[in-house]
C-alpha cells in the first residue's frame, strides 16, 4: 500500500469532497474541475491505496468501510496541507475579501474603513451572495475572507475554517411603500403573520440566510416566498424584486430602493449573527487589520451587544455560548 506521505493532496481532496457530497457531480462543481477529471483522481486514489473507497450506483453513491476509515485521516492531511501553504503566503500580496453581495452593510463598511486607515495594505474585494457559497472559495484558496453566519454552514466546511463573531446585525424588512405596514416605523415580528417575504430560496449560495429566515418564520405564521433562480448583482436584485412585488427580509442596513421602504423588526428585535471567516491557519497582515477594525467599531457602535428578548436562532446561541 502506498505510503501515505507519498498521496498528492489534490486526490484527498477529491476524495473529501465526494465524501461530503456523496454526489459526483456537486463535488466536481465545489472543487471548480470537470467531473471525469474527478472519477480520474477518484480510481486513482483507490489504486494507490488498494482499497474501494465508494460504492456507486445509478442513484446514490456512499462511503465503504475503508472511506470512512479514510475521511478523518483525510481531513487531518489536508487541514494540516492548508495551514503549512498559508503560513508562508507572504504579506505582500493582496488579501481577497468577500465583501458581500452590494456595497453597503456590515462587511462592505468594515473593508472600507480598515482601508482607510490601512493605506498601505492592498485589499481586493469579490461580491458573493452569501457564505455558503463562499467558504468553498475560502477552502480552494480563492477567496481569503468572508462574512457571515457560520451556523449556518456544514459542520465538515465549518471544522476547516476560523472565525469570530463581529456583529449581531438587526433584521429588517423591505416593504412596498404603498403595503399597509409601510407607514410604521418599526414593524412588531407579530404583525408579519399571513405575510410572504423573500428570503432568497433557491439559491444555494445563501442557504445560511434562508435558513435563519425559515427558523424566524417557524410557528409565527410568515411565509417564505417560493424558491426563485440565484439573483446576481444589486441591479437585478432590484428588476426582480420590483416586477414581482415582494416584501423581503433584511437587515437594518440595506440596499435603497425606490419605491420601497426599511422597517426595523421588534417586539423581538431578531438577530443576525456575522461572524469574520477565513481560512484556517491564514497568517496576513490584512487578516489582522481587518479583525483589529472590527474589534474598535464594535466596542464603539456595540455591534456585539444583543437586546434584552432579542431573537437568535438556537444553533446560534450554542455557538456563541461555546465560544
Known amino acids: 500500500m502506498t505510503r501515505a506521505r507519498d498521496i498528492d493532496p489534490r486526490l484527498l481532496r477529491a476524495f473529501t469532497a465526494v465524501a461530503e457530497e456523496l454526489h459526483f457531480t456537486r ?3 465545489r472543487l471548480f474541475v470537470a467531473q471525469q477529471a474527478l472519477s480520474r483522481d477518484i480510481r486513482r486514489l483507490e489504486r494507490e491505496l488498494g482499497a474501494d473507497l465508494f460504492v456507486r450506483s445509478t442513484r446514490q453513491v456512499t462511503l465503504t468501510e475503508d472511506g470512512h476509515r479514510l475521511l478523518p485521516h483525510a481531513r487531518r492531511v489536508l487541514a494540516s496541507h492548508d495551514e503549512l501553504a498559508a503560513a508562508f503566503v507572504r504579506d505582500e500580496r493582496p488579501l481577497i475579501v468577500d465583501a458581500g453581495g452590494a456595497k453597503v452593510g456590515t462587511s462592505y463598511r468594515l473593508l472600507q474603513e480598515t482601508r482607510r486607515r490601512y493605506p498601505d495594505l492592498e485589499f481586493v474585494a ?11 472559495d475560502i477552502l ?3 477567496l481569503d475572507v468572508s462574512f457571515g453566519r457560520v451556523a449556518g454552514l456544514a459542520p465538515e466546511i465549518l471544522s476547516r475554517l476560523d472565525h469570530c463573531p463581529i456583529r449581531y446585525e438587526p433584521l429588517a424588512v423591505l416593504l412596498p411603500e404603498d403595503h399597509p405596514l409601510a407607514v410604521r416605523s418599526e414593524i412588531p415580528l407579530s404583525s408579519l403573520a399571513g405575510e410572504t417575504l423573500y428570503a432568497a430560496a433557491g439559491n444555494p449560495s445563501t442557504e445560511e440566510w434562508t435558513d435563519l429566515a425559515r427558523r424566524l418564520f417557524e410557528g409565527r405564521g410568515i411565509r417564505m416566498a417560493e424558491p426563485f433562480p440565484e439573483i446576481e448583482g444589486e441591479e437585478e436584485f432590484v428588476r426582480v424584486v ?3 412585488g415582494w416584501s423581503v427580509l433584511a437587515s437594518v442596513e440595506f440596499i ?4 420601497m421602504v426599511l422597517r426595523p423588526i421588534v417586539d423581538p428585535v431578531p438577530l443576525s449573527p456575522i461572524s469574520m471567516v477565513w481560512r484556517r491557519g491564514l497568517r496576513h497582515r490584512g487578516l489582522d487589520a481587518l479583525r483589529g477594525t472590527a474589534g474598535e467599531i464594535g466596542v464603539g457602535e456595540g455591534w456585539l451587544k444583543r437586546p434584552p428578548g432579542s431573537w437568535l436562532p438556537e444553533p446560534d446561541a450554542r455557538l456563541a455560548r461555546d465560544a
Open 126 to 136: 469579490r461580491f458573493h451572495t452569501g457564505l455558503t457559497g463562499a467558504a468553498p
Open 256 to 259: 435603497e430602493m425606490d419605491g
Open 140 to 142: 480552494s484558496g480563492r
Open 242 to 244: 420590483r416586477k414581482r
Open 27 to 29: 463535488a466536481a462543481a
